[in-house]
């Protein structure tokens, strides 16, 4: 009886050694090797489909965005889905807010605008 604890230990080890180098070597999911440090913080201009959740106390809201950055200080972000609020667009030009309801015909600008979001947005 007790061999068999002690293989069963053994074979027990044995997997999850297993499993941890497995996971080690994995490359799934949006991965950063920190070589690429250096080509992420030095990066000109992007284009991303985000997919967002935000919790507030009573619900969960989830929102389909399109970004895009250009340099030197340009941040675009266009809603795509929930249809309610589709084409509703912020543009940060460094300066100047604007939001823009293409679909209403609206449009705001907020000048000389300061960005609070690093105080206020928990990132995870």
Do not use: W
């Amino acid at each position: 009886m007790r061999k068999k604890r002690i293989f069963l230990f053994f074979i027990f080890l044995i997997c999850i050694i297993i499993l941890i180098i497995a996971y080690k070597l994995s490359n799934l999911g949006n991965n950063i090797n920190k070589s690429d440090d250096y080509k992420i913080l030095n990066i000109s201009s992007y284009e991303a489909e985000v997919q967002v959740e935000v919790h507030s106390n009573k619900n969960t809201n989830k929102y389909l965005l399109k970004q895009k950055y250009v340099e030197p200080n340009i941040f675009r972000q266009e809603i795509i889905k929930p249809e309610n609020i589709n084409g509703l667009t912020t543009t940060f030009d460094g300066t100047n807010l604007t939001l823009e309801h293409s679909n209403l015909n609206l449009k705001t600008v907020y000048e000389n605008y300061s960005s609070m979001t690093r105080k206020f947005i928990k990132l995870e």
